[in-house]
């Protein structure tokens, strides 16, 4: 029997931070924009990640060599523009979003750490991001919050954090003022290309079938993104990591800012009701299947070795940690690509078939989101996001079969 | 809410103070029992000072998060329903006045 079948202009698979954001920024475009998600609007890592704002640069762009350099820079671009983005943000969907820019920390606590941030505070300011380093004195006098044993830390004024349950609803409910249709219970059980090239889109939403017709699709589903990209027969290198967040009970505010570590896997912050989040990149377990491998539809289980060491890193940073209680350790499920960079933008071999996936997409998620929906909408590649084209990886689709 | 009296045989009572009232309560009962023995469902209050009470009774919810004496006369939030009652634990439903 044949299934009621409807047309969009873009398709988006992903009800998560990318995938509402690009729809409100598309919706403006003036295009018709159906999103489908599986479960329910943040169901996955956009609702579950720490929130963090962080805008220094990660560790491994700081190794040698031309291309770190090269896309360490980019990074820092991107950043710059994402705090400008995050900074006007509130105002531009007309909510509060509990956006705190009032700075972050990325601590050391040996004497080669603190010189490996002087080292990234150097690049930083090298290409336009305001880092400032503090020793252990300074960093003393900046935050008594924080352990007197640390040697120092790099300082940037615009980090912070801003709460994750509520960015993507807000994004939802601004797509959907500007006319954008979204649909949550709905899952995508076939994608195949016609032979003019238009996209067919096969779903099931309570029990039903139907088909949206679709010049272009937008990949937004996290690491599920690789599965939809497979029902093309095309590749995407993206691997599931899933991580462990945990939160404390209310405290008095003693913590305004972000807190990293540049030698430790730490993220850490207090909300505005005052519960401090600790997270920071700590593996928690995929469940596995009956067929042995990893079962990505239900939730990574919690790794208490883990979880015990992440706590243990925050506590030395911030000791007061010792007086609080654990209310709650959660999981969720990002992923990273095969060279860790997110993968953003059209798929070569897919003419039309556009992807946002990879990780770090809470930071950078807004900006990302508008950049590519420009792409999407004007057919031209934001040269901002060059650096994440999925054509890095092209070659490994050169066996694709596509109409 | 009451204990079970017919058919249970149960030790000695020891006491606990809950909000500064000292109560009985038996070895083996968790402070959620020893608070609903005293025919109070409310356990916290929520951030707008609505009433909350205990839901799951195994740790799962955390709605009957109270306040529980700790060393050194610090407090600790804790799971009523998984802390076991010891003599002379102190168990605060409200933010006690030493915290903070």
Request: charged share 20%; hydrophobic share 45%.
């Amino acid at each position: 029997m044949a299934s009621q079948v409807s047309t969009a202009d873009v398709l988006i698979v992903g009800g998560g931070l990318i995938g509402c954001a690009s729809a409100w920024h598309l919706a403006d475009h003036g295009l018709a924009i159906e999103l489908v998600e599986r479960g329910h609007i943040n169901a996955g890592a956009s609702g579950q990640n720490a929130g963090s704002l962080h805008f220094q640069i990660e560790r491994r762009f700081l190794e040698q060599g031309e291309q770190a350099a090269r896309e360490g820079a980019v990074i820092v671009l991107l950043s710059k523009l994402a705090i400008g983005d995050w900074a006007t943000l509130e105002d531009r969907l007309g909510r509060p979003l509990d956006i705190a820019m009032h700075g972050g920390l990325m601590v050391a606590e040996t004497e080669a750490e603190l010189d490996l941030l002087a080292f990234k505070v150097g690049r930083e300011n090298e290409l336009g991001l305001s880092t400032v380093l503090l020793d252990a004195a300074e960093l003393r006098a900046h935050s008594r919050c924080l352990s007197p044993a640390l040697a120092g830390a790099a300082w940037l004024a615009e980090e912070g954090h801003a709460n994750p349950r509520i960015l993507t609803d807000a994004y939802a409910q601004a797509a959907k003022q500007r006319g954008a249709v979204l649909h949550t219970g709905t899952r995508v059980t076939r994608l195949t290309m016609e032979q003019d090239g238009t996209y067919r889109v096969q779903l099931v939403e309570a029990g039903k079938e139907r088909t949206v017709l679709a010049r272009k699709v937008l990949l937004a589903a996290g690491h599920w993104s690789t599965r939809l990209a497979n029902m093309l027969g095309l590749n995407l290198p993206l691997y599931p990591a899933p991580l462990t967040m945990s939160v404390t009970d209310r405290a008095d505010p003693m913590l305004p800012f972000l807190v990293q570590h540049v030698g430790q896997r730490l993220s850490m912050k207090q909300t505005d009701d005052g519960n401090l989040l600790i997270g920071g990149g700590w593996p928690s377990r995929l469940e596995r299947g009956e067929d042995g491998l990893p079962d990505l539809d239900r939730p990574a289980l919690v790794d208490s070795a883990n979880l015990r060491a992440n706590l243990e890193v925050a506590a030395r940073v911030m000791p007061a940690l010792r007086q609080r209680s654990l209310l709650r350790t959660w999981t969720g499920t990002t992923c990273v690509s095969a060279d860790q960079l997110p993968i953003v933008g059209e798929i070569s071999a897919a003419p039309g078939l556009f992807v946002a996936a990879g990780g770090s997409l809470f930071t950078l998620g807004p900006v990302l989101a508008r950049l590519l929906a420009q792409t999407i909408a004007t057919g031209t590649m934001a040269e901002e996001i060059a650096l994440f084209s999925p054509a890095r990886f092209a070659k490994l689709d050169a066996f694709a079969v596509l109409p | 809410m009451s204990r079970i009296e017919r058919g249970v045989t149960r030790p000695e009572p020891i006491t606990i103070v809950i909000d500064g009232e000292t109560v009985p309560a038996f070895s083996g009962e968790t402070v959620a029992v020893a608070i609903l023995a005293r025919d109070q469902l409310r356990f916290r209050d929520d951030r707008s000072g609505r009433a909350r009470g205990m839901f799951c009774n195994m740790g799962t919810c955390g709605e009957c998060t109270v306040w529980v004496g700790a060393e050194q006369g610090a407090w600790e939030r804790l799971r009523a329903c998984l802390v076991p009652v010891r003599p002379g634990l102190e168990v605060c439903r409200c933010p006690p006045e030493d915290e903070r």
